[in-house]
């Protein structure tokens, strides 16, 4: 085995109500997602994502890494790819052995660890054109009939620097399509390291827009939000929805409080966030390691 020292996993019931186990893990399911059911017929594309991926100290991504070799789609990798310090030899050891058999369909994110090595040269080397111009960790692409855009949160984010100035222009040049944005470090979360302010400028800038969706890693836990302001506000017109998804293999680490517009919570388990994007709506699933069964699943028009 590459994992010396696996971590305790704790079974989740295939309700996702509970868990079942010793210690204290958390699972909170509800809000306004409905229950995913039928869909109008049309085309649609399929999305896997998590963030805090690959380390040699837990058995994590080796599990999630096998989820993704039984659904097909793009993979998106929300940032601390490679465990600690994004190293070249963290990804050929760690990230290559698992989620790297599925490098070729996936686009990448950079996370504060990755930038451990200086300027995040690892992450760039080892992703190429998957993680956009070199250096620079932001970039679009477009999936069916989605736009997608993966930011930088360790890279400046004030309103007017180049990587906000950026996302204003690339958001208008794409007007009318469904959007997706990734950022490592989530503007809300209920997990240790809680809210990021400073990614404040990038949200209002996706919420100008009329952004749908955006998905974040950095805390080590599984988290839905209803639609969010900028500021935390309920908007269920114009808000954002956004996903914590830092359950792709790293260390657990435990909620903190309950952050407001928290609709669905769950810790202690690695999973994968599947999407489904259609031209005008989208579906999500949450499905763990530890029971293969999807949680949290439910649906939203795309505007």
Request: aromatic share 8%; net charge neutral.
């Amino acid at each position: 085995m590459r994992h010396a020292n696996p971590l305790h996993r704790r079974r989740v019931t295939a309700l996702g109500i509970a868990l079942a186990a010793a210690g204290c893990g958390q699972a909170y399911f509800g809000g306004e997602g409905t229950v995913a059911g039928p869909v109008a017929p049309g085309d649609s594309v399929v999305v896997l994502a998590a963030g805090d991926i690959a380390s040699c100290e837990t058995p994590g991504d080796e599990h999630t890494a096998a989820i993704l070799d039984t659904i097909p789609g793009a993979v998106l990798a929300l940032g601390d790819n490679a465990y600690v310090d994004g190293s070249g030899a963290e990804y050929r050891a760690c990230y290559t052995p698992t989620w790297g058999r599925h490098l070729e369909r996936t686009r990448a994110a950079p996370g504060n660890h990755d930038y451990h090595t200086r300027g995040a040269a690892a992450f760039f080397a080892y992703f190429g054109e998957r993680a956009g111009p070199p250096g620079r960790g932001y970039f679009s692409f477009e999936l069916g009939a989605w736009h997608v855009v993966m930011l930088n949160t360790s890279a400046p984010m004030a309103a007017g620097s180049a990587q906000e100035q950026w996302l204003r222009g690339d958001l208008a040049a794409h007007p009318g399509r469904c959007t997706l944005a990734v950022l490592h470090h989530p503007r809300f979360s209920s997990g240790v390291h809680g809210d990021n302010a400073p990614v404040a400028p990038l949200w209002r800038a996706l919420y100008d827009a009329g952004a749908d969706l955006v998905l974040s890693g950095h805390d080590h836990v599984y988290e839905r939000f209803l639609r969010l302001t900028p500021d935390g506000r309920p908007d269920p017109g114009r808000g954002i929805r956004s996903f914590v998804v830092g359950t792709g293999g790293a260390r657990h680490t435990p909620f903190r409080r309950r952050a407001r517009g928290s609709e669905a919570r769950l810790d202690g388990t690695w999973g994968v966030l599947k999407l489904t994007l259609r031209a005008d709506r989208y579906e999500w699933a949450f499905v763990t390691a530890a029971s293969g069964r999807a949680l949290d699943h439910g649906e939203d028009p795309c505007r």
